[in-house]
């Protein structure tokens, strides 16, 4: 664990007035529950507030950039960019995961790696800021860290129905999904997932569970089959 909070400050591109709200955006349930005598907080409640403002700043941003989508393509394409494969990406991509605090216990168990506890922690830190500069702040945040590459996220997050689409279009024959390779405890696996297409494997994935690895086989297949 990094403990240089500062350092974290520099790659968000934001320094806070109130240190310890970014320490509460990083302190996971599991080291409170470890460390009772602290006076510390875990982020739970900062992950919820996070989770409206990013819905509030992703909302704005498709509706300005995108005015020829209906309400139901609108609804898709957030739920893209901020489902939790994809919020885990973007706390990689400034580090997040190295400043978390966690338990003994689920920092041996993988903790630091999981996804569902770094996108939570990514929201807590926009709440953070939101709560320490104002909403200004906080979109800049988003804006910079999570609506970013856009049409990346939008095909990775879209890749299965896209490639069955192409499948069906091309009438290439049956698209499958089978899993090649499991590893790893009950509490910690990863799963190898190749596409297939009529008996040809088109691509492979690797991720914490099925649909996240089917999901990247489909990403990789859809970059090999249309160059």
């Given at each position: 664990?990094?403990?240089n909070?500062?350092?974290?400050?520099?790659?968000?591109e934001y320094?806070f007035?109130?240190?310890?709200l970014?320490?509460?955006?990083l302190?996971h349930?599991?080291y409170?529950?470890?460390?009772?005598s602290?006076?510390?907080?875990?982020n739970?409640?900062l992950?919820?507030?996070g989770?409206?403002?990013?819905?509030?700043v992703?909302?704005?941003?498709?509706y300005?950039?995108?005015?020829?989508?209906n309400?139901g393509?609108?609804?898709?394409f957030r739920?893209?960019?901020?489902c939790?494969?994809?919020?885990a990406?973007?706390?990689?991509?400034?580090?997040?995961?190295?400043?978390?605090?966690?338990?003994k216990?689920?920092?041996?168990s993988g903790g630091?790696?999981?996804?569902?506890?770094i996108?939570?922690?990514?929201?807590?830190?926009?709440?953070?800021i939101f709560?320490?500069g104002?909403?200004?702040?906080?979109?800049?945040?988003i804006?910079?860290?999570?609506?970013?590459?856009?049409e990346?996220?939008r095909l990775?997050?879209?890749?299965?129905?896209?490639?069955?689409?192409r499948?069906?279009?091309t009438?290439?024959?049956?698209?499958?999904?089978?899993?090649i390779?499991e590893?790893?405890p009950d509490?910690d696996?990863t799963?190898?997932?190749?596409?297939i297409?009529d008996?040809?494997?088109?691509?492979t994935?690797?991720?914490?569970?099925?649909k996240?690895a089917e999901q990247?086989?489909?990403?990789?297949?859809l970059?090999?089959?249309?160059?």
């Open positions: 664990m990094n403990t909070i500062e350092e974290l400050e520099s790659i968000i320094s007035n109130n240190k310890e970014l320490v509460n955006a302190t349930t599991s409170v529950n470890e460390n009772p602290k006076d510390v907080f875990d739970e409640r992950e919820y507030l989770d409206a403002v990013l819905e509030v992703s909302s704005k941003f498709i300005q950039s995108y005015p020829d989508m309400e393509e609108m609804t898709k739920a893209s960019l901020v939790e494969p994809t919020l990406s973007d706390a990689r991509d400034v580090k997040l995961p190295d400043f978390l605090y966690l338990g216990g689920e920092e041996s630091r790696n999981r996804d569902s506890i996108s939570d922690a990514f929201e807590a830190l926009i709440a953070a709560l320490d104002g909403y200004e702040k906080a979109e800049e945040f804006m910079k860290f999570a609506m970013n590459d856009i990346h996220k990775f997050n879209d890749s299965k129905s896209i490639l069955q689409e499948v069906e279009k009438k290439r024959g049956e698209l499958e999904y089978k899993i390779d590893k790893g509490h696996k799963f190898t997932v190749a596409a297409i008996g040809k494997t088109v691509g994935g690797v991720g914490p569970n099925k996240a990247k086989a489909a990403f990789n297949a970059k090999d089959i249309e160059g």
